[in-house]
């Protein structure tokens, strides 16, 4: 596609039950991110995929959190046994060698 | 480890009224640097960037900033702000394809 694409744009959950947001980068951007916008925290990195390298997940506030790329492409975020401070927009973001990263219209998240 | 402040939360300006957001950073070697703008609903979108050269860069919708590397900032400007401006901007900061440290945000309303 032209843009980033990110599924679902909402999702409301239980508190404890697990979650998975995906995002789709445009095509042929080697590099992919996970940020997460909240109330008061602004844009906040997650994790980043750069390639076939080993991811850096040094944004992850825990180890509910985990990410995973496909192919290169395709990528799903991972949240399990959801908090309500996990309440937040997730936006992903893909790049590809130029002037800066493409974001998503981002998942909203909303944590009961 | 690298922050980037935004030193107003929100600013209301009338319509015709110009504008300076402030953005310090605290990364002391080779950055980029970047304001996205989120209009209401939308997903961001890069208003402008600089990687090198002029200080004075220009951006789209007449914004401009000027990166001051003896103070660290990168201020956004416009002489004249629009009711379509009202948004939330963001600055942010990259050395390289590395993940962007994005500031708290600042929320410009402007008023008829």
């Known amino acids: 596609g032209a843009g980033v694409s990110q599924s679902p744009s909402n999702k409301v959950t239980e508190k404890g039950k697990d979650v998975e947001l995906r995002c789709d980068p445009i095509?042929?951007?080697?590099?992919l991110y996970w940020y997460r916008q909240s109330l008061g925290q602004g844009l906040e990195f997650l994790i980043y995929?750069?390639?076939?390298?080993?991811?850096?997940k040094s944004g992850l506030p825990s180890d509910r959190f985990s990410a995973e790329r496909t192919g290169g492409s395709v990528s799903t975020l991972t949240i399990q046994r959801t908090q309500q401070e996990d309440s937040a927009v997730y936006l992903c973001?893909?790049?590809?060698?130029?002037?800066?990263?493409?974001f998503g219209p981002g998942t909203r998240l909303t944590v009961l | 480890a690298q922050s980037v402040s935004q030193h107003n939360h929100h600013v209301i300006l009338s319509e015709a009224a110009s504008l300076e957001l402030g953005c310090n950073y605290s990364?002391?070697?080779?950055?980029?640097l970047f304001w996205y703008v989120q209009y209401p609903g939308q997903h961001l979108q890069l208003l402008l960037k600089?990687?090198?050269?002029?200080?004075l860069v220009k951006g789209i919708k007449g914004f401009e900033a000027e990166f001051i590397k003896s103070k660290f900032s990168f201020n956004l400007r416009k002489p004249s702000v629009q009711w379509s401006d009202t948004a939330e901007y963001f600055c942010?900061?990259?050395?390289?394809?590395?993940?962007?440290?994005f500031g708290k945000g600042t929320r410009l309303s402007v008023i008829a």
């Open positions: 990364y002391g070697g080779t950055v980029n």
């Open positions: 095509s042929g951007h080697t590099a």
């Open positions: 942010a900061v990259n050395p390289g394809n590395t993940p962007l440290v």
């Open positions: 973001a893909s790049y590809g060698g130029g002037d800066t990263q493409y």
């Open positions: 600089y990687f090198s050269g002029d200080p």
């Open positions: 995929f750069q390639g076939n390298s080993a991811p850096d």
